[in-house]
């Protein structure tokens, strides 16, 4: 019996296209996927021209016309160029002579083409390897969508060379027809660059690399903030960098060990807690906690990684780690082809996370601990230096050590030694400080109590009392302006009623206003509290 066969799909029109890719749509398509703005797409050129062993790269981002889509985007270095048959494989979809190298920044051959066309329907690329021949290509959306061009276009030879073409060798890239940039204004996505590029590429730019944007040199930011040559820098290192080698797969199945090294800093709180927050954002310490993730001196991703169960707050922005790793493990870190994200594998997240999260949580605690030290130590600074300034309006304070003196100064240093210092004297016979306020608890229920020291005077406030509870603390604790005012000038006042008592050297008078302020503290309790 004879079998019948019929293939599907054998009774569609003889005409119709059945290729792999439909390349009208593909290309348009292609244009929406995998890059997250301007910065990300220019980065990849970057990337490129230093893998061809670039050591200058000029970025210019410049108007051409009038219209929506009137910017063009020029990246120039001075690499080691290519040959025609390079050029040509360099501007198809993963074309490239370098696919899935593993030894450098690059990998799949999809960053010219891909992130050109991202931003822009016209890419065009010249590029020598000696100024006496020019080679030139381009890819364009609206051709390749209409069929007009179904493959790249031969390399022609540009005779004369343009009169930007320098040096032995190079490449020239052109954006035109910008039609996906992230913002319209040139001048909006040059400042922009300056910052993204000057952050990703911040170990290359240390290491010699020039890049210039609009002809403005770009500096290395450092998230860390410990790159003495940084844009921003004043952080201190964090224990010891911890080394890790990881096994991973190789494309040929072969067991390879790629090296992974986390680094952690601690943003200087005493120095940079007063700063403004407009002050903090353009130091990108606001909202700046985060794990920066590098790949072979270059930075991929930035954000809340490695972390385990640790929640973010907002003393996490005083710290920084970066987890630098090999290429190697690109498939352990879940590389993307773009390069600007990471998908950690469980595995690799098992390695990492414990150590990562145990120094997160340390850091955070020290962050919090340092800031709290920092506001107490100038929590008084206003209403001293301003009872100091004006002392010298009053009639001097008497300057014998009184017996009730001693008494509380002794409580004093026996109850925080950090005050020991109140007790010394400089050469000259005068105290180190002139007014002096601090917190602390001594034996008797007053809100507030006083020494004398040298002719100068020690205010000390209660923290136990209810005023201070109820009504201080709050003021104490709060960053608002009007409380800050209100506390400086409550504090003013204190330190008025403490130097009335203290000007008495008479001991009748002085054991009477005694009784009234320690009457005066109680009924002020009672009727706090009842």
């Known amino acids: 019996m004879k079998r019948l066969t019929k293939t599907v799909g054998s009774d569609l029109t003889p005409n119709q296209d059945f290729s792999i890719v439909a390349v009208d749509k593909f290309i348009h398509a292609t244009r929406d996927s995998g890059y997250k703005g301007t910065s990300s797409a220019i980065a990849e050129l970057v990337d490129n021209a230093i893998q061809a062993d670039a050591t200058g790269i000029n970025i210019t981002v410049a108007p051409s016309g009038t219209g929506p889509n009137a910017i063009e985007v020029f990246v120039q270095d001075n690499g080691s160029g290519m040959d025609p048959l390079t050029l040509r494989n360099a501007l198809r979809f993963g074309g490239s002579t370098r696919f899935n190298d593993r030894r450098g920044i690059g990998r799949y051959g999809m960053g010219l083409p891909n992130s050109s066309l991202s931003q822009a329907r016209r890419v065009t690329v010249y590029t020598w390897q000696s100024t006496r021949e020019v080679f030139m290509s381009y890819l364009d959306v609206d051709e390749i969508a209409s069929g007009e061009v179904t493959e790249v276009p031969p390399p022609c030879r540009v005779d004369p060379p343009p009169t930007s073409v320098t040096g032995k060798s190079g490449t020239i890239i052109v954006w035109s027809r910008c039609d996906k940039l992230d913002n319209r204004r040139a001048s909006t996505i040059s400042r922009k660059l300056i910052e993204d590029i000057g952050r990703r590429f911040r170990h290359f730019i240390t290491n010699g690399v020039i890049i210039t944007i609009n002809g403005e040199s770009v500096e290395p930011i450092d998230p860390l903030y410990l790159n003495p040559d940084a844009k921003f820098k004043g952080a201190t290192m964090f224990g010891q960098p911890i080394e890790y080698e990881v096994q991973a797969e ?35 310490i606001s909202k700046g906690a985060g794990v920066s993730v590098v790949r072979a001196g270059r930075e991929v991703d930035y954000g809340w990684f490695f972390l385990g169960g640790k929640a973010r707050e907002n003393y996490d922005d005083w710290w920084r780690c970066e987890v630098q790793f090999d290429p190697v493990l690109d498939d352990a870190f879940g590389i993307t082809h773009t390069k600007q994200q990471i998908r950690p594998k469980a595995y690799l997240l098992d390695t990492l996370s414990p150590d990562i999260e145990t120094a997160a949580r340390a850091l955070n605690s020290r962050a919090r601990k340092a800031h709290l030290a920092a506001k107490n130590a100038e929590r008084f600074s206003e209403s001293e230096k301003l009872a100091t300034e004006r002392e010298k309006l009053l009639a001097p304070l008497p300057s014998s050590l009184r017996m009730r003196d001693r008494v509380v100064l002794d409580e004093l240093k026996k109850r925080n030694p950090a005050l020991r210092q109140l007790a010394r004297t400089n050469k000259d016979g005068t105290a180190h400080v002139t007014h002096k306020i601090v917190e602390t608890v001594i034996q008797d229920t007053c809100f507030f109590n006083y020494a004398r020291l040298n002719g100068r005077l020690v205010l000390v406030v209660n923290p136990n009392h209810p005023f201070y509870k109820q009504v201080y603390s709050q003021l104490a604790d709060s960053d608002m302006p009007r409380d800050k005012l209100l506390r400086t000038h409550l504090e003013l006042l204190l330190l008025a009623a403490a130097r009335s008592e203290a000007s008495e050297d008479n001991p009748h008078v002085t054991a009477h206003l005694e009784h009234l302020r320690q009457l005066w503290s109680d009924t002020l309790a009672t009727y706090l509290n009842g």
């Open 250 to 284: 190789s494309d040929k199945g072969e067991k390879v060990i790629g090296h992974v090294r986390v680094i952690f800093s601690e943003l200087p709180v005493h120095e940079w807690h007063r700063l403004s927050n407009d002050e903090k954002k353009s130091l990108g």
